[in-house]
């Protein structure tokens, strides 16, 4: 009997197919395009990502020879605060905005300035900020309000998929916590916001539990993935917090930092909590077990503009030696010593989320001099990023009901020793980069045997997971690293005056240079 964790994420989606014992069989992804027609826009086609789930599910099935009543259950991961506008028949009238979306920066600025925006965080769980579907509805009720009153119900991405193959809508605990929308100490929508917003509970979907198991899905969707009509499908929860189960970093003191094209750090709690000060997001993984922490929008997406901006010729030279280009910056970056020389980075290319939740920072080189080349800028982007999960990291700290215990580290940058070095070095703590690569997936997965009865609880994870060597802190990076941290921070925040006025002025004269 066999197990599928589908992942939907942002820039592609992916089915893994596992046998009972957690062990992969066959994995498939289908990438789509992020529709990004101007600076502040990032939009996905909802068909195009509903197909990529039919397709990857079919294959991964295809591929393991699995008979169609082999498949125990299928079990979702999926990105956050994305939101669909629905017609009366049930058909979109947007395209899904992203969480990368930020045309509605100025109505986050107005829900924390004239709406109290730190309370609506302390009850909803979501930081005030462009990604979250509560700034993308006020948008649309002030920008485009002939669209927003034609709404018949306002969903995310899943919602759209699960409606799309039961004709039902449904949104799970975990979705609906990073919306903006829902009270997390009551598990329902928020009346306050509902009532600010002008509009009703109905136009939304039912709010479930991430176990919620449904069946009877569309005949004709059964036959294309070449599955049972009968088989299970447990809604599941969000990426993040699933990758903290996929990791086994569910325990207290357990902590997951994860850095793809973005990053975030996370720690399970039995209780919702939030942070005083706004910097911490509080998301549902079960409706008694809680994730918070911090995303960054600034992970591997700095290293990627550092590749195509300042080291054409090392990518060359990577290609005609059949080596991967991030390879040979990493190689670079380790001629230079910890804390480049003196150069710090501000990694903030697209805003940044946690821990300022604010669209308008914008990334910069300090403490440039002739003595500093090429190598040292590469190695202070890379550790830009890591500075920056770090204060993160602190506030996180804040929260949390104990000393972290373990850092397990995950994503594209866990292939870098020298970034999962750096990183024990900032951190002071011992890294652990478990062999797992398919955290949200396996998370799904794990999620829906508890689901379905197949395990009590999540214990079982850790003999599904490998761990490499783990990576201790040294010395004399620390102490160098000790130093230049405050720097780094003093400097954030005596700009964070002027990153408005930078904003703006980059958003007036955009495209003057085409």
């Not at 509903?50 to 079990?75: L, N, P, Q, R, Y």
């Not at 004399?476 to 130093?483: G, T």
Request: aromatic residues 10%.
């Amino acid at each position: 009997m066999y197990m599928i964790g589908v992942d939907i994420g942002t820039t592609s989606t992916k089915s893994v197919l596992y046998d009972r014992a957690g062990n992969i069989l066959a994995v498939h992804h289908k990438e789509y395009p992020l529709l990004t027609p101007h600076s502040d826009i990032a939009e996905q086609e909802p068909n195009a990502i509903f197909e990529a789930v039919i397709e990857t599910i079919a294959t991964v099935v295809k591929k393991t020879g699995a008979h169609h009543d082999a498949i125990d259950f299928v079990s979702f991961s999926s990105a956050m605060h994305s939101l669909i506008l629905m017609d009366e028949h049930h058909q979109p009238l947007t395209n899904s905005i992203t969480w990368a979306d930020n045309r509605s920066y100025q109505y986050s600025e107005m829900l924390n300035c004239d709406y109290n925006g730190l309370e609506i965080y302390k009850r909803t769980g979501t930081p005030i900020h462009p990604m979250s579907p509560l700034s993308k509805l006020m948008w649309f009720k002030h920008e485009a309000p002939q669209l927003f009153v034609q709404t018949h119900k306002f969903i995310g991405i899943k919602g759209y998929v699960f409606y799309q193959l039961f004709q039902r809508y449904v949104e799970d605990y975990s979705i609906l916590s990073a919306t903006g929308l829902f009270n997390i100490k009551t598990l329902d929508y928020d009346a306050e916001v509902l009532a600010m917003l002008g509009v009703t509970r109905e136009q939304f979907a039912d709010a479930v539990d991430t176990t919620e198991v449904i069946t009877g899905i569309q005949p004709n969707y059964a036959r294309q993935m070449g599955i049972s009509e009968n088989t299970p499908f447990v809604i599941g929860a969000s990426d993040g917090v699933l990758s903290n189960l996929g990791v086994d970093a569910f325990k207290p003191g357990e902590v997951a930092v994860t850095i793809g094209t973005s990053g975030a750090i996370r720690t399970v709690i039995d209780q919702p909590k939030t942070d005083e000060h706004g910097r911490l997001f509080c998301y549902a993984l079960t409706k008694d077990k809680w994730v918070i922490g911090g995303p960054v929008n600034n992970g591997g997406v700095v290293l990627r503009w550092i590749r195509d901006e300042f080291a054409s010729s090392e990518v060359e030279t990577a290609k005609r030696l059949g080596i991967d280009s991030y390879e040979v910056l990493t190689k670079i970056a380790e001629r230079v010593p910890p804390a480049s020389n003196g150069l710090i980075f501000h990694p903030f290319l697209a805003g940044e989320r946690a821990p300022y939740w604010n669209a308008n920072v914008r990334g910069s080189f300090f403490g440039l001099t002739l003595s500093h080349k090429k190598e040292h800028m590469i190695r202070a982007a890379l550790e830009g990023v890591i500075f920056n999960l770090y204060t993160v990291f602190i506030a996180l700290g804040v929260l949390m009901d104990g000393e972290v215990k373990t850092l397990k580290a995950t994503g594209g940058f866990a292939k870098s020793a020298l970034w999962r070095q750096m990183m024990a070095d900032i951190f002071e703590h011992e890294v652990i980069v478990p062999e797992s690569v398919e955290s949200s997936c396996l998370g799904a997965v794990t999620l829906g045997q508890v689901a379905l009865g197949l395990k009590p609880d999540f214990s079982h994870i850790s003999d599904m997971i490998g761990a490499t060597k783990p990576h201790q802190p040294i010395h004399d990076n620390v102490k160098i690293y000790r130093e230049i941290l405050p720097i780094y921070m003093k400097v954030t925040n005596q700009l964070m005056d002027v990153y408005l006025d930078m904003a703006n002025f980059q958003r007036n004269h955009e495209g003057n240079d085409k």
